[in-house]
C-alpha cells in the first residue's frame, strides 16, 4: 500500500512501505519501493517547446517560436487502499517527473 507524504513541492513524493519516492528517482526505485503498480499507461502531455524557423533565401536570422508539442511519458497508478486517492506517477526520461493523487479508490 502507498501512502503519499506532502512536502513543499505539492506532492512531489509518494511513500511506500515506509520509504519515499519522489521527483528525479528511478523506475527502478519506484518498483523496489513500491512494487507493481496497478495500472501503466503512456500518455501525450502537451508542453511549450522553444523552436527555430530557418526560411531559406530570406535575409535575417532564423526566428524562434513557442509551440505545444506531445511529450511522451508514462503513468503509473498506485492503489493505496480503500477510500484513499489512487497515487499516480508520472516518468519521462528514465526518472519520476511528478507525483499526484488520482480518483479516490472505492
Given amino acids: 500500500m502507498a501512502i503519499l507524504v506532502p512536502s513543499a ?20 526505485s519506484l518498483l523496489q519501493k513500491c512494487g507493481e503498480p496497478i495500472y501503466r499507461q503512456s500518455v501525450c502531455v502537451p ?34 487502499g480503500r477510500g484513499a486517492f489512487l497515487g499516480v506517477v508520472r516518468i519521462y526520461n528514465g526518472a519520476i517527473e511528478s507525483v499526484r493523487d488520482g480518483e479516490r479508490s472505492r
Fill in 47 to 80: 508542453m511549450l517547446q522553444l523552436g527555430w524557423i530557418v526560411t531559406p533565401y530570406r535575409a535575417g536570422s532564423p526566428q524562434a517560436i513557442l509551440a505545444n508539442q506531445c511529450v511522451p511519458m508514462e503513468e503509473w497508478t498506485y492503489d493505496r
Fill in 9 to 28: 513541492e505539492a506532492s512531489q513524493s509518494m511513500g511506500c512501505n515506509g520509504s519515499l519516492v519522489g521527483k528525479g528517482d528511478s523506475p527502478v
